[in-house]
């Protein structure tokens, strides 16, 4: 089992920056891909960025390529979520999503472990 915890949401300006992090605990021994998803209201869930065990493949949605930057720390089992140039239509709640393996994927039903989600608020 694997548990995740994100952090780092808050209320925004546009253009302003935020850094989302996600810890994983459990099972971490085991190599694992870490991604972003999020869901703004009525709307489905999305994918935002993914990066490799490695972290020398990463994948970005091209809404937020440009803008956004995925890394990772294994030593803390962390993933970042580096935000800027923030826009009101980046709002959402933010999911960290785990999958087990070493190919970086894009659909949310290819990740098996999901933290409770930070929301982000961006004003205009």
């Known amino acids: 089992q694997l548990q995740l915890v994100e952090s780092g949401g808050g209320l925004v300006q546009a253009g302003d920056s935020l850094r989302l992090s996600c810890a994983a605990s459990g099972r971490t021994f085991t190599r694992y891909i870490m991604g972003w998803f999020r869901q703004a209201p009525g709307k489905d869930r999305e994918f935002v960025a993914a990066?490799?065990?490695?972290?020398?493949?990463?994948s970005y949605a091209d809404s937020v390529k440009g803008r956004f930057a995925i890394s990772r720390d294994n030593a803390k089992n962390t993933v970042y979520l580096q935000m800027n140039s923030l826009k009101p239509e980046d709002t959402a709640v933010y999911y960290c999503?785990?999958?087990?393996?070493?190919?970086?994927?894009?659909?949310?039903?290819?990740?098996?472990?999901w933290g409770q989600g930070t929301q982000v608020t961006v004003s205009s």
């Open positions: 999503a785990v999958r087990w393996g070493d190919s970086v994927r894009t659909s949310d039903g290819e990740y098996a472990y």
């Open positions: 990066i490799s065990w490695s972290g020398d493949t990463t």
